[in-house]
Structures are given as C-alpha cells and as structure tokens.
C-alpha cells in the first residue's frame, strides 16, 4: 500500500492524491500536521526536511514537492508499480 504523508493546505498533495486516484493506485494518507510522529519520519525520510508530499511504498521513499506527473510515474516504475487503468 501507498502511503502519502501531506498536510491539508499543501498543493501538491492534492495534485499527487489526484493523479493516484485517476491511476486507480489506492493508498492511505498521514496529515503530518495533526500527527507529530508522522512529522519526525518525514524528516527522517527527506534527511532532515520537511517535505510533503512524501510517497511510501514498502522501504521506498520519495518527496514529490514542485509535483508532476512524470516524477511520479517515473517512481511509480522504478518501485515496480504500474497503473490499473
């Protein structure tokens, strides 16, 4: 499964969980804002940034921050997961 970690004001976690839907990839979402924990493995995951949104799959991980699609789809292959389209 997926994992974004985002916050509720940031554009590009509504363009990432927007493109994820329309490739019918599902996934779950952590509002760092409102967990702190979440927060403290986001910088974990960017080397001390605090990056949203940051993508998880399994020990994979991206920040897709300045969002495109072709960042994604990219990273989407390179952790060997297609579309279901």
């Not at 499964?1 to 490739?23: E, P, R």
């Not at 949104?53 to 921050?65: E, N, Q, R």
């Not at 969002?67 to 579309?83: C, H, M, Y």
Request: aromatic share 8%; proline share 4%.
């Amino acid at each position: 499964m997926l994992t974004i970690f985002s916050t509720s004001w940031c554009g590009d976690c509504k363009a990432l969980k927007q493109a994820l839907t329309h490739l019918n990839l599902p996934f779950q979402e952590i509002d760092i804002d409102q967990q702190p924990q979440a927060e403290q493995r986001v910088l974990t995951l960017n080397g001390g940034r605090r990056s949203v949104p940051t993508l998880v799959y399994g020990d994979k991980a991206t920040s897709l921050s300045q969002f495109s699609i072709v960042k994604l789809k990219r990273w989407l292959g390179e952790v060997g997961l297609q579309a279901r389209v």
